[in-house]
């Protein structure tokens, strides 16, 4: 039996996760999710692949506030509306996607610009502005300021495996993953065509091929070697390494870790 262990979501693009209780799925992703994202000031984004230090900084939502704090720093909290007031709109690019984003005060931008240490803006995606998925996979669905898939899901037994293959075991953190479950075998979620989780029913796209944020400590900041080296050895398949398993929804509705997975189509 799969159960699902743990629900998180990355409120900015490529800052640290929250873990959740439970939380709302809909088209785009779980709610809050990579809806805000930090770009240059030519509008494009950019992450830990370049600024591992983004992995430092740790928001939290209260109420209607995100809130964005170092986990190492004494820097000041930062308070931020969770929908701008009275913004203007901007041109973003997100890999080959141009979108359009609304943008916050120079306080708020100045504050990132000087714990990251580059200058940048914040944005956030309206809901009026819909990022559409259309590739050789999917058609007509949308998705927030994520790479390419609303939701990411990987096994335990998966991340147990590959640690088996590491010196020193990583903790699931390092893969961003949106849904965590426990049971089953490693890597049966590469087996996976179409599952429910509650009322909730995705459908499993296609294998997550994984870059050098893998191999940022999100603790520290600090990149190595692991565990795309590991994972090079036994997951690379086309010249890509591979783990995890990006995933759309077909339905919306409210699920909450301890609810069963069930399978109801296989590859």
């Known amino acids: 039996m799969y159960k699902l262990s743990q629900i998180n979501v990355y409120p900015i693009k490529s800052l640290a996760g929250i873990p959740l209780q439970s939380s709302f799925v809909d088209e785009r992703g779980l709610i809050h999710d990579r809806r805000w994202m930090l770009v240059y000031e030519n509008g494009m984004f950019f992450t830990q692949r370049d600024h591992p230090q983004m992995a430092l900084l740790q928001p939290s939502i209260e109420k209607n506030i995100l809130k964005v704090s170092h986990k190492h720093s004494k820097t000041d909290e930062l308070e931020i509306p969770l929908v701008p007031d009275g913004s203007s709109e901007i041109d973003v690019t997100v890999w080959d996607d141009?979108?359009?984003?609304?943008?916050?005060?120079?306080?708020?931008?100045?504050?990132?610009?000087?714990?990251?240490?580059?200058?940048?803006?914040?944005?956030?995606?309206?809901?009026?502005?819909?990022?559409?998925?259309?590739?050789?996979?999917?058609?007509?669905?949308?998705?927030g300021f994520a790479d390419a898939y609303p939701f990411l899901i990987i096994g335990k037994e998966s991340l147990k495996k590959?640690?088996?293959?590491?010196?020193?075991?990583?903790?699931?953190?390092?893969?961003?993953?949106?849904?965590?479950?426990?049971?089953?075998?490693?890597?049966?979620?590469?087996t996976w065509k179409r599952i429910k989780i509650g009322d909730v029913v995705f459908d499993v796209i296609k294998p997550c091929a994984r870059c050098v944020i893998t191999t940022v400590n999100q603790s520290t900041g600090e990149k190595g070697k692991e565990p795309l080296a590991a994972l090079s050895k036994f997951r690379r398949v086309n010249g890509k390494v591979l783990f995890g398993q990006n995933m759309v929804a077909d339905s919306a509705g409210e699920i909450n870790i301890n609810l069963q997975i069930e399978v109801l189509e296989r590859k």
């Open 98 to 143: 141009k979108c359009i984003a609304q943008t916050y005060s120079t306080q708020i931008d100045e504050w990132f610009s000087n714990v990251i240490g580059i200058k940048c803006r914040l944005v956030f995606m309206p809901d009026s502005f819909r990022r559409e998925i259309n590739n050789e996979f999917v058609q007509n669905k949308s998705v």
């Open 162 to 190: 590959l640690n088996g293959h590491l010196k020193v075991p990583l903790p699931m953190n390092r893969f961003r993953t949106n849904f965590v479950f426990s049971g089953g075998s490693p890597f049966d979620e590469d």
